[in-house]
């Protein structure tokens, strides 16, 4: 409630003697805004409660978050375990191939071995025999 200095110098009049009175309200600056103790205590009753109901928000948002973290917690600890899961499945399965392979390629080499011996040494081990037959024979 917006005091005139004339006003507050009518309501001071009641407690105080009229020179007192008379002399606050003129030290006192004109304000259309002069808070009331009354005021100041509504506001900070206003105050208190919009504090208390954000602190409630807030532990509720943060109670919150924390249960959503927990959840990812549990996701991230379920991915790792299936993932581990998998890889593990790839390398036995790697082994498996690699395995494989090394059959593959030992079955490979002896069979170009076997076709290089039928196809090359073979034939000249016998022509070095013919001519070593020739020679002895003449």
Do not use: H, Q, W
Not at 37 to 65: F, H, P, Q, S
């Amino acid at each position: 409630m917006a005091l005139t200095n004339i006003e507050l110098y009518e309501e001071l009049k009641k407690t105080v003697t009229e020179d007192a009175a008379r002399m606050i309200a003129e030290v006192v600056p004109k304000a259309y805004d002069l808070a009331t103790k009354g005021d100041i205590e509504r506001l900070a009753a206003a105050t208190k409660g919009d504090i208390e109901r954000l602190a409630a928000a807030t532990k509720g948002d943060i109670e919150r978050l924390a249960g959503d973290f927990e959840r990812l917690a549990g996701d991230v600890e379920r991915l790792a375990a299936a993932t581990k899961g998998d890889i593990e499945r790839l390398a036995a399965a790697t082994k498996s191939d690699f395995a494989l392979l090394e059959s593959n390629l030992k079955s490979y080499i002896d069979s170009r071995f076997l076709r290089y011996t039928a196809t090359v040494v073979i034939p000249m081990c016998a022509l070095m025999v013919g001519a070593l037959i020739t020679l002895i024979v003449k």
